[in-house]
């Protein structure tokens, strides 16, 4: 088993800047691929962006090139997001999951955080 826990989340202005953190605990997180994916009110969950287990490989949704930015420190099992630019329609609930390969898929997921709260105001 793999607890995520997200943080880092709020209330933000248009072109404003924030970095989300997702903290693992149980089993080896350096052996897991990480990904952000987000839900809007109405809408289906949507894939952010995948690291690989050790950071070589990143992998982004097409709207969120040049503006968000993953990593991921294995040393204190912990991986990032940083949203830089942020725009109202980036408004949503954020989680992170684990997976035991990078993937876009939200099915390819195994473990998954709660979620924090983004939100944009324009």
């Known amino acids: 088993q793999v607890q995520l826990v997200e943080s880092g989340g709020g209330l933000v202005q248009a072109g404003g800047s924030l970095r989300l953190s997702c903290a693992a605990s149980?089993?080896?997180?350096?052996?897991?691929?990480m990904g952000w994916f987000r839900q809007a009110p109405g809408k289906e969950r949507e894939f952010v962006a995948a690291?690989?287990?050790?950071?070589?490989?990143?992998y982004y949704a097409d709207s969120m090139k040049g503006r968000f930015t993953i990593s991921r420190d294995n040393a204190k099992n912990t991986n990032y997001l940083q949203m830089n630019n942020l725009k109202p329609e980036d408004t949503a609930v954020y989680s992170c999951?684990?997976?035991?390969?990078?993937?876009?898929?939200?099915?390819?997921?195994?473990?998954w955080g709660q979620g924090t709260q983004v939100t944009v105001s324009s």
């Open positions: 149980g089993r080896t997180f350096s052996s897991y691929a």
């Open positions: 999951a684990a997976a035991s390969r990078t993937s876009r898929s939200l099915y390819d997921y195994d473990y």
């Open positions: 690291i690989s287990w050790n950071g070589l490989s990143t």
